[in-house]
Nanobody, 127 residues
Framework: QVKMVESGGALVQAGGSLTLSCTVS????????MGWFRQAAGAEREGVAC????????RYPDSVKGRFTISRDNVKDTVNLRMDSLKPEDTAIYYC????????????????????WGQGTLVTVAS
């Protein structure tokens, strides 16, 4: 059974930083690209960061580009999301997910999730 456990969410002030972590089990982690997603109250889930198996390919939407950085550790089976210059509009539940994007993050990467979602971790950015 594939399982993702996200952690690191917290209440932070606008302009602050936070690093989220996700541990994946039940699959061969280096065989998959990984993505971070978020879902704000009343909104659809959106992709915020993608990373290929090697880490060489990354992709971010304009809303977080230059502020968020995704990284992965293929030994520890973890993927992290470093978030800087946080804004109130970044408030959401954040999820990680394995992707079928392996060598490169395609433009359609948010559509390429493979498994059920984990419980997520809540990030609240106060103004």
């Amino acid at each position: 059974q594939v399982k993702m456990v996200e952690s690191g969410g917290a209440l932070v002030q606008a302009g602050g930083s936070l690093t989220l972590s996700c541990t994946v089990s039940g699959l061969t982690f280096p065989d998959y690209g990984m993505g971070w997603f978020r879902q704000a109250a009343g909104a659809e889930r959106e992709g915020v960061a993608c990373i290929s198996w090697s880490g060489d390919s990354q992709r971010y939407p304009d809303s977080v580009k230059g502020r968020f950085t995704i990284s992965r550790d293929n030994v520890k089976d973890t993927v992290n999301l470093r978030m800087d210059s946080l804004k109130p509009e970044d408030t959401a539940i954040y999820y990680c997910a394995p992707l079928s994007d392996y060598d490169e993050c395609s433009p359609s990467w948010p559509l390429n999730t493979l498994y059920a979602w984990g419980q997520g971790t809540l990030v609240t950015v106060a103004s």
